[in-house]
DNA sequence: GAAATAAATCAACAACTGTTGACTTGATGG
DNA sequence: CCATCAAGTCAACAGTTGTTGATTTATTTC
């Protein structure tokens, strides 16, 4: 049901990514304490010692999942910073049923294992290195790290909002996500400007 | 260590606020997932057959955390709709080391917790009803239910990233407090005017 | 002081967790 | 065609989880 069964040929690379990519499935929905590594592998369609031989263990694979790269990244294309109001608000109201970029994915997987004791360090140090500071240095401002804090919360928290809490003001029509992203950019620029 | 074990006299209603100490304690640190009912047992002084006694389980156990109002609530004391952005930031800077009031507590723990399965929907009908209602009520105009998000998302966002996150750009030196404190205001602000 | 009742503990349950070693299966290279 | 080695499965592990019934302990009531 989760994953294509097709037949694969013994290929470890392929079973590699296969166990990554349901792994991520879960992680985008669960938190990490709550989800099984049998319910992973299960997923894959493999079986659950293969995660510990590929990946280490449930931390590991964890890890992988949260730094793969290949996947759309926040900041994958680079973007100045006179956009960056218009970009971030983008974000916000990005369809999340529109499959051809979850570029809030990752954002998700954090925000929903932040908590956990094992999961929590590995997202501390990557919300501090790949977001925080990238996202500080393209204001470039004095006071950069306040401006990016307070970016990095309105887009963390009305991700929350919408992918964990489950508000819906976000996602009605196709008119009221225009005013949304409107609304949002504008604040968005007096985050950086106020 | 975490509980004061001061003998406790067979009190039903005594040891019940114990444990529901206890399991607030934990729970305003780590995930539902992740604390144990013999953890949270232990931190009251007495066996875990009593939290299913008292509360039924786990669940039973957390929903009465969540949801005890005796506890300093956002919303306690009224605010009117002028006063709300200075009243937002001022939760937003408020010292978490403080404990005369933690009203951003009860806040922690739904984000902690957002992501279990179990805790997630109780958390969710909590925010709808307790929370985003109140709160576009008391904005009142036509699009409330936007504001009230946005202004929710700011909050929310910076609990996460200053409680979860472990992001320390918030509480530097008592003048930074006052400069991110008037940052966060002017915010808010544009939240709702903007 | 003995009986009744509530409070608290003990012990064990069944289900599940992540992890590890031994085993089987399949493909590959000589 | 057989030996080699990687890929994958199986089974069991030791620990923990939440939960529940029986049992003991303290308090109250007559």
């Known amino acids: 049901m989760a ?33 099984g590594l049998r319910d992973i592998a299960g997923g894959a369609g493999v079986d659950v010692a293969l995660v510990g031989r590929y990946f280490g263990g449930k931390e590991g694979l964890f890890r992988e999942v949260v730094m793969d790269d290949k996947r759309p990244n926040l900041f994958r294309e680079p973007v100045d910073a006179a956009d960056l109001p218009a970009f971030l608000a983008q974000l916000v109201i990005e369809d999340e049923a529109d499959d051809r970029e979850h570029r809030m994915e990752s954002f998700v997987i954090m925000l929903r294992s932040a908590s956990s004791p094992k999961a929590g360090e590995i997202i501390r140090d990557l919300v501090h290195q790949d977001v925080l500071g990238p996202l500080s240095e393209l204001i470039g401002s004095d006071d950069a790290d306040l401006r990016a804090n307070m970016l990095l919360a309105i887009l963390m928290g009305s991700g ?35």
Not at 170 to 190: H, K, P, Y
């Open 160 to 194: 929350v909002l919408r992918t964990i809490m489950k508000v819906d003001a976000f996602d009605g029509s196709e008119a009221q996500r225009i005013v949304c992203g409107e609304r949002f950019r504008c604040l968005f620029e007096a985050a950086l400007s106020c």
């Open 3 to 35: 994953r294509t069964t097709t037949i694969r040929k013994r290929d470890a690379a392929a079973t590699r990514a296969a166990i990554l990519a349901a792994a991520r499935e879960r992680f985008l929905r669960e938190s990490y304490d709550s989800v």
